[in-house]
């Protein structure tokens, strides 16, 4: 378990404690958006972190190449889900249904893909591309200034949904490359 993984691991567990945040808010305890915010913010920068280390200090993993997106998926999935009704009861910016829908959809198709893969028997190997990346980045900064109430908020959600149908176009790609490029392993 090298240190990259450890933060990791630091950033699912603090997933539920952001969830409960937004369960549990309502305007009357207004002190819970900036608590999940605070959450939120240190999981996406122990996210940058724990990349860091591993690229830097050569603490690249099997283990730390599987937990890293799954850790951001299920941190992102989450809070699309939740602010996205959260969002519509209590805010003033409120999360499109159909912004939280592309990135689910998208997140279930890459999830499915890779399990088709797996049983299949081909090789799959996990690298976040630049347009997964650079989705993400914008994910992040989405689910954050909703948070926040930034009134320009919908540029960086519509710049989210651009980026999330690029990449899961992308992934769809190359997933489809794998089986038509490679007969299966036996």
């Known amino acids: 378990m090298t240190f990259a993984n ?3 691991i630091f950033r ?28 939120f913010l240190l999981a996406i920068i ?6 860091y280390i591993a690229r830097t200090q ?5 283990a730390g190449t599987i937990l890293d997106p799954v850790a951001d998926k299920i941190l992102l999935d989450c809070a ?9 009861q209590y805010f003033k910016i409120k999360l499109p249904l159909l ?15 890779g399990g088709i893969i797996t049983i299949t028997n081909q090789e799959i190997d996990i690298k976040p591309t630049r347009w997964g990346k650079t989705a993400t980045f914008f994910q992040m ?19 989210a949904t651009i980026f999330t149908l690029i990449s899961g176009a992308d992934y769809l790609r190359k997933g489809i490359n794998i089986f038509s490029n490679q007969p299966a392993k036996k």
Do not use: C
């Open 6 to 8: 450890k933060i990791t």
């Open 12 to 39: 699912i567990l603090s997933t539920p404690f952001f969830i409960t945040t937004l369960i549990y808010y309502t305007p009357q305890r207004e002190y819970l958006r900036y608590v999940a915010l605070i959450i």
């Open 46 to 51: 122990s996210d940058a972190i724990d990349g």
């Open 58 to 62: 050569k603490q690249r993993t099997k």
């Open 80 to 88: 699309f889900i939740l602010l996205y009704f959260i969002s519509n």
């Open 99 to 113: 912004v939280m829908l592309i990135v689910i959809f998208r997140d279930i198709i890459l999830l499915l893909g």
């Open 141 to 159: 900064l989405t689910i954050t200034f909703i948070l926040i109430q930034f009134k320009l908020t919908f540029v960086f959600w519509h710049l």
